[in-house]
């Protein structure tokens, strides 16, 4: 049902349509679905993905984006109130000594704010496959929620507040989080780590401060990373090369879960979307060809490579993999010399590959002819 929904997301927000009014309809012959038509995935089976007053097709995506929403919903559940991935203290749930149990409420409540962020994810990726566009309604709903629930829910929630005290008696009070003693110590909430540790007095674990501020540095982070490569890369390059879509659907995500896993999540992305860019290459069977965009009637060519789908899939991969890449690079998230020095380094390297593309792409002048 979510994956139906969806669904009307993704075909009426790119054309700036009402995604209440009308009812769901054929785009051929503009008569309403039936209700048993209109069940998620047995209805598309039923009609054999076409109308049936006019016959006309209807696009896979309907069909998988139903099947790909259930199936992530099943595997988040699975991963996370299951198998409790992050390994959470207060998310232990045994199914299998009493199968017939109800999870406990701070794992629904879990569940349903990352299967909300899932869903914004999906959305934003089928959307910019086909239009090259991420809808701004789409990221900026999430923001909301995801800052909205991280107050309420602030780290280390669910664990005890005193759980996101790191134990390591034999530290003084207030180490640094980047020693190698408190690696891996960290315990994990709905937002996986504090914006910074250990936390400030103004805004101690588990209170709606640190919530309302690792939501909102999250976001900032996440949107403000990509306008800064955004910036430094075209700077070189010449000419622009990503999208501000691409910074707000970072910016869900910090807020979501923070601004480590939003900055990790955009370097991820980008091995993610060539990756997908490859595969898909691959297996096109015919020259992609340039189409007029919905949105101002811009042409659009086929072969440019929408970042969305790798940076969400980045997001996801970042988020899930925290297990390990949290331990990995606690001791630069924690180290305000070491970032200073990465973003340095960062723009230094973008600035650069941005001139060298630049160069290479610029056409030699053609050799005089004398007459």
């Known amino acids: 049902m979510v994956g139906s929904f969806l669904n009307v997301l993704i075909a009426r927000l790119p054309l700036e349509k009402s995604i209440i009014w009308p009812s ?36 896979a995506r309907y069909l998988w984006i139903e099947v790909g929403t259930g199936v992530a919903f099943l595997a988040l559940f699975a991963l996370e109130v299951l198998a409790n991935w992050q390994s959470i203290p207060a998310m232990k749930f045994d199914v299998l000594s009493a199968p017939s149990a109800i999870p406990p409420k701070q794992c629904i409540f879990l569940f349903c704010y990352h299967a909300f962020l899932l869903s914004c994810l999906i959305a934003a990726a089928a959307i910019d496959v086909e239009h090259r566009i991420i809808p701004p309604m789409i990221p900026y709903v999430g ?37 190698s003693e408190f690696w891996g110590k960290i315990p994990v909430g709905v937002q996986m780590w504090p914006f910074y540790g250990p936390t400030f007095e103004f805004a101690p674990p588990g209170t709606i401060r640190l919530g309302l501020l690792n939501g909102i540095i999250g976001a900032l982070a996440g949107s403000l990373v990509v306008r800064l490569v955004k910036g430094l890369f075209e700077l070189g390059f010449g000419r622009e090369a990503m999208g501000l879509g691409d910074a707000d659907l970072l910016m869900m995500a910090g807020a979501f879960l923070g601004w480590q896993i939003a900055v990790l999540s955009l370097f991820l992305g980008a091995g993610a979307a060539l990756v997908l860019k490859i595969l898909t290459t691959i297996f096109m069977r015919s020259p992609a060809e340039p189409t007029t965009s919905p949105v101002g009637g811009e042409p659009m060519n086929r072969r440019e490579l929408p970042f969305g789908p790798g940076l969400a899939l980045g997001v996801v991969l970042t988020w899930f993999g925290w297990p390990w890449i949290g331990p990995g690079t606690q001791y630069i998230f924690f180290d305000g010399t070491i970032v200073a020095l990465c973003v340095i380094v960062m723009c230094v390297v973008i600035l650069a590959a941005g001139l060298l593309l630049r160069r290479s792409d610029t056409p030699e002048p053609a050799p005089a002819v004398k007459a």
């Open 143 to 179: 923001l909301v929620v995801g800052i909205v629930g991280g107050a309420l829910m602030p780290w280390p929630w669910p664990n005890p507040t005193a759980m996101g005290i790191v134990n390591a008696p034999e530290l003084p009070p207030g180490s640094p989080w980047s020693l």
């Open 24 to 59: 769901s309809r054929c785009f051929s012959c503009y008569q309403p679905i039936r209700l048993r038509d209109n069940i998620p995935i047995i209805g598309y089976l039923r009609l054999r993905g076409k109308c049936r007053n006019c016959g006309a097709t209807f696009s």
